[in-house]
Each structure stands twice: as structure tokens, then as C-alpha cells.
């Protein structure tokens, strides 16, 4: 065999909540914050509103967290206390606990950070009959298939996925899961990717005497899971 084994490092796993009643992919987005009208001063502690430099092209809704870096790598967190609306230029928060500077970004969907793991098993239930003519011998064929994925890691406050994972286990909503795997060769931009509409099954925490404090992350695929083979660079 002349290729190598891949490595699993850079592997990807990002997720958005999806509207109530909605499967459809949310749009890929950069926030970045403005406050060119105030001086360039941050987004006060306790503000309520974040004014962004342009325009949403997707909408995003109530609940979603965000994680928000500045240019010197500072993280902080927002939740959204309303839908941002497609066009809109400021977010509704609920009230920030810590300032946020001017221009810090926010990618949508967010990253689940921290992860050990993110494994995807694939099932499916086989339904089987015996006839005059199979001579005994099973016969039958696959009905429902399903996927999940598995994704150990440790906590980190400032993670904007595993936090909107946690309100949508919380409140009984969707969520659109995205799993990139590197690339497996310089032939190709992106690895195999897996991604769909979900549901959070398991999201517990560990907190032992000695070691790091963990959450895991279980989801259940629904509907129509997406897989697609590594883009090749063009």
C-alpha cells in the first residue's frame, strides 16, 4: 500500500441551531463587530445589542451562541435573545457578561471545540423473511438506516457550540451538524464530510477529583444525512 494512513488531527465539528420546524443548511457567515459610531470603544458589559460592520445573509436564530475573537485572540460569548433576520445589521443578546472589543469576528456555524473524538457510526435494520423458494435460508432486505456521531472532549466556557448544543438539548430543538475530515492529500481542499439536521441525545459532563473536566456530545442524524467524498483542488 503506497498512501499513507491519515491522521485524524484537524478534523473539524461545527454546529448551528436550526429554526423551529426548518432542516435547511444555514448559510456560512463571518460576524464582525462595529462600533465605528461610538469611537471604536467594545460592546459595553450588559449591552444588549452587538452592531455588525455588514448585513446578515443567513438568518440566525434565538438561542444560538457565538464566539467572538478580537484581534489579539481574546474569546467571549454572546446569545442571541431574538432571530437575526437576513439583512439585519445588529445582533439582539441577551446581556453580555464581559465587553467585546470592535472588530472581533464570529463564524457561523460555530466550532465544537476541545474534542478527543468525533466518530460516526451507520446502522441499519435489516427486515427478513423465509420463503417456499429460499430453501430456508434468510431473505430479506435493509428498511431504516441510521447515523450518529460521538464527540468526547473537554469543557471550555468559551465554546460557543457545546453551550447552543446544551439549549437545544434544553429546549427540545434541531440542530445542523457539520463534521470535516482533513484532507487526504494536497490533491484536496476538504476531507470526507458528514453533516445534517440532528437531534442532541446525551450531552453530560465529568468532573473528577483528579483530571479535566469533560462534556460529551451525542447526536442522532434525522432525515436525509449528507456525505460527501474530498473536494479536490481545482
Not at 446525551?202 to 444525512?225: K, R, V, W, Y
Amino acid at each position: 500500500m503506497s498512501q499513507a494512513i491519515q491522521k485524524s488531527q484537524n478534523t473539524k465539528l461545527l454546529l448551528a441551531l436550526l429554526p423551529l420546524g426548518v432542516r435547511i443548511q444555514p448559510t456560512t457567515q463571518t460576524l464582525v463587530i462595529d462600533t465605528t459610531g461610538s469611537s471604536n470603544t467594545p460592546v459595553a458589559k450588559g449591552a444588549v445589542a452587538i452592531p455588525l460592520t455588514t448585513a446578515l445573509t443567513g438568518l440566525i436564530p434565538q438561542g444560538q451562541w457565538l464566539l467572538f475573537t478580537d484581534t489579539n485572540g481574546l474569546e467571549r460569548v454572546a446569545q442571541l435573545s431574538a432571530d437575526a433576520a437576513v439583512g439585519a445589521t445588529s445582533l439582539a443578546v441577551n446581556a453580555l457578561t464581559e465587553a467585546i472589543a470592535d472588530g472581533a469576528t464570529a463564524p457561523f456555524p460555530v466550532a465544537i471545540q476541545a474534542r478527543t473524538g468525533a466518530s460516526v457510526s451507520r446502522s441499519a435494520n435489516l427486515q427478513t423473511t423465509v420463503t417456499f423458494d429460499s430453501g430456508a435460508e434468510r431473505d430479506g432486505t435493509t428498511i431504516v438506516r441510521e447515523r450518529n456521531l460521538s464527540a468526547a472532549g473537554n469543557y471550555l466556557y468559551y465554546d460557543a457550540g457545546l453551550r447552543t448544543a446544551e439549549y437545544a438539548f434544553e429546549n427540545d430543538q434541531e440542530v445542523w451538524v457539520k463534521r470535516i475530515l482533513p484532507p487526504p492529500s494536497e490533491a484536496y481542499t476538504t476531507g470526507k464530510i458528514t453533516q445534517g439536521p440532528a437531534a442532541v441525545t446525551s450531552i453530560p459532563d465529568e468532573t473528577p477529583a483528579s483530571g479535566f473536566i469533560t462534556q460529551n456530545l451525542e447526536i442522532a442524524f434525522l432525515g436525509f444525512c449528507q456525505e460527501s467524498q474530498p473536494t479536490p483542488t481545482t
